[in-house]
């Protein structure tokens, strides 16, 4: 007979619940087994007092740095400001704001300027003035709308052919007329989202338009010495005028939009140059981070 709890040899595996089992008294009882409780252990939380001091640290150098770049921009545009007094370019003498006659009346010099800023697109000022100044010639009593679409198309092209763009030129200049002829009674409109929408304008010509035939400064006029300079100087971090205007727009005082055009420009055409800058003679290249210039020279 097999000892009691030992099986034969033979016999298979045999499954059996195993459930504990203890003697109490001479009598064995179940045991149930105690249930373990979960304890939730308090860390305390320690406050790294180096750590917080050195956010507030950063936050204040931010805050410090936002006020000296805002100072410095000041200097920048004072500097420059006194250099463009001092020194005459192209658009000064040949560019958009100088090419509308006045001598005919507020409405013809609303008109040609607004046709010397349409013929300005990708031209420099010193092949715009003779250029509009031929295409006058041919309206001795002032430019208008009607005298412009009773012009002969090919004449129209003539005049242009010294700036390049002729034909697309020649066919805004005489879409954006009869607009004006038919809406606007020969007149320009006089805001810049209805500028915006005529054959030919962009948001820059809109917005010298805006400065100056209506005196109204509702955007920054952004070409490609602005665009370019407001980057170099790191006033903006851009790839295209349109970010440009945008961003500039969010930070620059109002009162700077309309004069930053003509300061740009003309510190764009004689000395912050695209190619081979003159940072040796610029009056602010010790505020200048000159970005994306090869060498100052």
Same mark, same amino acid.
């Given at each position: 007979?097999? %000892?009691?709890?030992?099986?034969?040899?033979?016999?298979?595996?045999?499954?059996? &619940?195993? %459930?504990?089992?203890?003697?109490?008294?001479?009598?064995?009882?179940?045991?149930?087994? &105690?249930?373990?409780?979960?304890?939730?252990?308090?860390?305390?939380?320690?406050?790294?007092?180096?750590?917080?001091?050195?956010?507030? #640290?950063?936050? @204040?150098?931010?805050? @410090?740095?936002?006020?000296?770049?805002?100072? @410095?921009?000041?200097?920048? !545009?004072?500097?420059?400001?006194?250099?463009?007094?001092?020194?005459?370019?192209?658009?000064?003498? =040949?560019?958009?704001?100088?090419?509308?006659?006045?001598?005919?009346?507020?409405?013809?010099?609303?008109?040609?300027?607004?046709?010397?800023?349409?013929?300005?697109?990708?031209?420099?000022?010193?092949?715009?003035?003779?250029?509009? %100044?031929?295409?006058?010639?041919? &309206?001795?009593?002032?430019?208008?709308?009607?005298?412009?679409?009773?012009?002969?198309?090919?004449?129209?092209?003539?005049?242009?052919?010294?700036?390049?763009?002729?034909?697309?030129?020649?066919?805004?200049?005489?879409?954006?007329?009869? #607009?004006?002829?038919?809406?606007?009674?020969?007149?320009?409109?006089?805001? !810049?989202?209805?500028?915006?929408?005529?054959?030919?304008?962009?948001?820059?010509?809109?917005?010298? &338009?805006?400065?100056?035939? !209506?005196?109204?400064?509702?955007?920054?006029?952004?070409?490609?010495?602005?665009? %370019?300079?407001?980057?170099?100087?790191?006033?903006?971090?851009?790839?295209?005028?349109?970010?440009?205007?945008?961003?500039?727009?969010? !930070?620059?005082?109002? @009162?700077?939009?309309?004069?930053?055009?003509?300061?740009?420009?003309?510190?764009?055409?004689?000395? =912050?140059?695209?190619?081979?800058?003159? =940072?040796?003679?610029?009056?602010?290249?010790?505020? =200048?981070?000159?970005?994306?210039?090869?060498?100052?020279?």
């Amino acid at each position: 007979m097999p %000892r009691p709890g030992l099986r034969p040899r033979s016999a298979g595996p045999v499954l059996e &619940t195993v %459930r504990p089992i203890a003697t109490v008294l001479g009598k064995q009882t179940k045991v149930h087994p &105690t249930k373990k409780r979960h304890t939730v252990k308090h860390v305390p939380i320690g406050y790294d007092v180096q750590q917080i001091a050195l956010e507030t #640290v950063k936050v @204040e150098i931010k805050e @410090e740095a936002s006020r000296s770049h805002k100072v @410095e921009w000041q200097d920048v !545009w004072t500097s420059i400001e006194a250099y463009r007094k001092r020194v005459e370019a192209p658009v000064d003498t =040949c560019g958009c704001a100088v090419l509308g006659r006045k001598e005919f009346g507020d409405k013809v010099h609303r008109f040609e300027t607004l046709v010397s800023l349409i013929l300005s697109a990708q031209t420099p000022d010193l092949k715009l003035a003779p250029t509009m %100044r031929l295409l006058q010639s041919h &309206t001795p009593e002032g430019m208008t709308p009607d005298a412009l679409l009773a012009m002969d198309p090919e004449l129209i092209k003539s005049c242009l052919a010294t700036i390049g763009m002729q034909n697309q030129k020649t066919k805004s200049l005489l879409a954006t007329s009869r #607009v004006l002829r038919e809406r606007y009674d020969g007149d320009i409109p006089p805001t !810049w989202e209805e500028l915006l929408a005529l054959p030919g304008v962009g948001p820059k010509i809109a917005a010298l &338009t805006m400065s100056i035939a !209506w005196n109204k400064d509702v955007a920054i006029a952004v070409d490609t010495h602005v665009h %370019r300079i407001s980057n170099r100087l790191g006033w903006v971090r851009t790839k295209n005028p349109e970010a440009t205007r945008q961003t500039l727009e969010r !930070w620059l005082p109002k @009162e700077y939009w309309g004069p930053i055009n003509p300061l740009l420009v003309g510190f764009g055409q004689t000395l =912050c140059r695209a190619q081979k800058p003159g =940072c040796a003679e610029c009056p602010a290249a010790m505020l =200048c981070p000159k970005i994306g210039t090869k060498k100052a020279r």
